[in-house]
């Protein structure tokens, strides 16, 4: 299994300005992806966070607007930058250990984000 | 591609009464189905997988879910449930490089 934290676990922010949402693993991990949840809906995949290079971003998800960055194997960021009230949402890291569909992901606690 | 269906998006009942929550995929290769749950205010949580083998899956928490190949469904259902089953209800596909696309969730309420 995995425990992952994430910081913050909650934020109030202003229009326009950006925020980086960190997320750290209690082991090594394969795989880390980050996640949307607007309210009252389901989970969004944003990208595959890839170690040692550029993260593998979903269909509606730029680089620009959420740059990824994953220096080893227990550490994460996503930035969500120049923001909107339409980016009020939830944002949760989740992990496999494995590589396969097969396994388990495990999710972190969410950042709650509400943009002003 | 690969997609998830969750027919409905409430679900209410009485405690100690029996649930089915609905679930149907669509993908054109072998698949792994999971259910998620989330209480309030909380994280996800992995209530059952199927990756293969027996059809029936027992999951935490008294919860089973039955795969269905023939009719692309993955229900998960309860014989009785609690107060404490409150919670919103995922189901998740993937197929490989462990990449899940969830379903639009099923809220579960339970009424004493």
Redesign the interface.
């Known amino acids: 299994s995995a425990v992952i934290s994430q910081k913050p676990s909650r934020d109030i922010c202003q229009r326009g300005t950006s925020l980086t949402i960190q997320c750290q693993v209690d082991s090594q991990v ?2 880390m ?1 980050w996640y949307r949840q607007q309210p009252g ?5 944003i990208a ?1 966070a890839n170690q040692g290079s550029e993260a593998t971003y979903e269909s509606g998800f730029v680089i620009d607007k959420f740059p990824i960055s994953r220096p080893n194997l227990t550490f994460s960021t996503l930035t969500v930058s120049n923001m909107s009230p339409e980016d009020s949402s939830i944002y ?1 890291c ?1 992990v ?1 250990v ?8 495990f ?4 950042t709650r984000l509400t943009v002003l | 591609a690969q997609s998830v269906t969750q027919l409905d998006s409430q679900v209410p009942v009485f405690e100690e009464a029996p649930v089915e929550l609905r679930c149907n995929y669509s993908s054109s290769v072998s698949v792994y189905l999971f259910w998620y749950v989330q209480y309030p205010n909380q994280g996800l949580q992995l209530l059952l997988k199927y990756l293969s083998g027996s059809t029936l899956v027992k999951g935490i928490n008294g919860f089973e879910a039955e795969f269905n190949k023939s009719q692309t469904s993955f229900h998960l259902r309860k014989p009785s449930v609690h107060i404490s089953d409150t919670a919103e209800y995922f189901c998740a596909v993937s197929s490989s490089a462990s990449k899940i696309i969830f379903g639009s969730g099923t809220r579960l309420s339970i009424r004493p």
């Open positions: 394969t795989m992806f809906q389901s989970l969004t995949l595959t949760l989740s496999t494995g590589t396969s569909g097969s396994d388990e992901q999710f972190g606690p969410g």
